[in-house]
Nanobody, 116 residues
Framework: QVQLVESGGGSVQPGGSLRLSCTAS????????MGWYRRARGPQRELVAI???????NYAESVKGRFTISRDNAKNTVHLQMDSLKPEDADVYYC??????????WGQGTQVTVSS
């Protein structure tokens, strides 16, 4: 079983920055992919950015050039640096971790508010 603990959400003005972090804990697991989704307005959560254990990344088109995902494999921690935030980035952001046996775990969600 994997537990994900998120931190770093909050409120910022448009154009500002926030950094989200997520740490996985537990035992007997090896994580392949970590990343972030957000709740969005559709029926499913929307991918924001993911990163593999090898460092390969994938970003939503809407955040490319503004968000940067990074990872510390030794600490099972993933970070999302969010710059030039826009009001449409406001949402609940969820950390995700997928293990090497394809089990998927979600964090509890952290609120990001972008408003003047």
């Amino acid at each position: 079983q994997v537990q994900l603990v998120e931190s770093g959400g909050g409120s910022v003005q448009p154009g500002g920055s926030l950094r989200l972090s997520c740490t996985a804990s537990g035992s007997g697991f090896s994580i392949n992919v970590m990343g972030w989704y957000r709740r969005a307005r559709g029926p499913q959560r929307e991918l924001v950015a993911i990163i593999s254990s090898g460092g390969s990344t994938n970003y939503a088109e809407s955040v490319k050039g503004r968000f940067t995902i990074s990872r510390d494999n030794a600490k099972n921690t993933v970070h999302l640096q969010m710059d030039s935030l826009k009001p449409e980035d406001a949402d609940v952001y969820y950390c995700i971790a997928r293990t090497t046996v394809d089990d998927v775990y979600w964090g509890q969600g952290t609120q990001v508010t972008v408003s003047s």
